[in-house]
């Protein structure tokens, strides 16, 4: 399904993050619909956990002021 429609974690520069587990030092702006398709495989294969998680209202600005975060961008 991930092939025809790409997720894609954005995170600032300068925080460290250089492969996909380094994410998991980061609070992460995950709406609804991610939490419950892509989210779980997170959890599942790579050990992500749901504590690090707050919600993404399509609004950048949680993002911008939270430098040790990363937003889902569709």
């Known amino acids: 399904m991930f092939q025809k429609d790409p997720q894609v974690l954005l995170a600032h520069p300068g925080q460290g993050v250089e492969k996909f ?10 709406s609804k619909d991610g ?6 495989w997170m959890k599942q294969q790579r050990g992500f956990r749901e504590q690090q998680v707050k ?9 911008l002021a939270d ?5 889902q961008a569709t």
């Not at 919600?55 to 993002?63: H, I, S």
Request: zero cysteines; proline letters at 10%; a positive charge.
């Open 67 to 71: 430098k040790k975060s990363a937003m």
């Open 21 to 30: 587990d380094d994410l998991k030092k980061l609070t992460l702006f995950v």
């Open 35 to 40: 939490l419950v398709s892509y989210f779980q």
């Open 55 to 63: 919600p993404y209202t399509f609004n950048p600005q949680p993002f």
